[in-house]
């Protein structure tokens, strides 16, 4: 299925490192809460949902990261992710990663296009038992 790029916000050039925005994308039809962060100079994105129980990794106040800048943390329970791939390094759902979100610069601005096409495999750790 295809899916309309969502505006994110101004070129990665015109973030602080460390700012981050929140927003929504449509994937397989389902629309999702996303955030982007600059980290080291590179705008990353992923879904706003932590894979240990599918909450938001922030409080809904657009803070990710954790005091020392080297992860993402979710604000729940503390797992710590790699901001540029989005893996799981430390907690409940070690070995997980967030689902990584395609960002493309288009028209003076960054849009996301969807899923990352180079994303790891889904590895969910928060999928309810069959
Ligand atoms: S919901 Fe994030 S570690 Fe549990």
Redesign the pocket.
């Known amino acids: 299925m295809s899916e309309a790029p969502v505006r994110v916000g101004a070129l990665p050039a015109r973030w602080a490192e460390g700012e981050s925005a929140r927003f929504r994308v449509t994937l397989d039809g389902v629309v999702r809460d996303a955030f982007a962060v600059r980290w080291h100079g590179t705008v990353h994105a992923f879904v706003n949902s932590?894979r240990?129980?599918s909450?938001p990794?922030d409080f809904g106040d657009g803070h990710f990261f954790d005091d020392a800048f080297d992860a993402i943390v979710?604000c729940?329970?503390?797992?710590r992710f790699a901001p540029g791939t989005g893996e799981c390094v430390e907690?409940?759902?070690r070995g997980a990663f967030l689902t990584a979100l395609a960002l493309e610069e288009r028209d003076g601005a960054l849009w996301c296009t969807g899923r990352r096409a180079s994303a790891p495999p889904d590895t969910r750790t928060d999928r309810a038992p069959r």
Do not use: D
């Open positions: 932590c240990h129980q909450l990794l979710c729940r329970h503390g797992a907690g409940p759902c």
